[in-house]
């Protein structure tokens, strides 16, 4: 409980901060129904990565609290591009320390999947 109350209040944090670069005048309130808006969308069927439902959620949430539609899209989006940045300089970095390469992964699964073609064969 103590790791997924520092998740979400980091999570918090990360969304105020964002929300505050588009809305000097964001309370942390904000931050917290941001972040909600977010996790319902994200729980909602979708395209994988929640694309849309996503900004939906959250562009919607901050239309409510502050009814400018174009710049709340504009924060989602931006929230959006600083998720995909984190995961991909993340793992990137996790790749390298394991000394892997996206290709390299791509060819071991290549081959794991042809050895179970051949070897699941009814022949």
Same mark, same amino acid.
């Given at each position: 409980?103590? +790791?997924?109350? *520092?998740? +979400?209040?980091?999570?918090?944090?990360?969304?105020?901060? *964002?929300?505050?670069?588009? $809305?000097?005048?964001?309370?942390?309130? +904000?931050?917290?129904?941001?972040?909600?808006?977010?996790?319902?969308?994200?729980?909602?069927? /979708?395209?994988?990565?929640?694309?849309?439902?996503?900004?939906?959620? $959250?562009?919607?949430?901050?239309?409510?609290?502050?009814?400018?539609?174009? #710049? /709340?899209?504009?924060?989602?989006?931006? /929230?959006?591009?600083?998720?995909?940045? #984190?995961?991909?300089?993340?793992?990137?970095?996790?790749?390298?320390?394991?000394?892997?390469?996206?290709?390299?992964?791509?060819?071991?699964?290549?081959?794991?999947? /042809?050895?179970?073609? #051949?070897?699941?064969?009814?022949?």
């Amino acid at each position: 409980m103590f +790791w997924m109350a *520092i998740n +979400w209040g980091i999570a918090i944090i990360n969304y105020y901060l *964002i929300i505050r670069a588009f $809305f000097p005048q964001t309370q942390l309130t +904000w931050g917290m129904f941001g972040l909600g808006a977010a996790a319902f969308g994200g729980a909602v069927p /979708s395209l994988p990565g929640a694309v849309g439902t996503f900004e939906g959620a $959250f562009g919607g949430a901050l239309t409510l609290l502050t009814g400018d539609q174009s #710049t /709340s899209l504009a924060v989602a989006l931006t /929230s959006r591009f600083f998720n995909y940045l #984190t995961s991909i300089v993340l793992g990137g970095y996790a790749l390298a320390r394991e000394g892997q390469t996206l290709s390299g992964i791509y060819e071991q699964l290549a081959r794991f999947r /042809s050895k179970g073609e #051949t070897n699941d064969s009814p022949l």
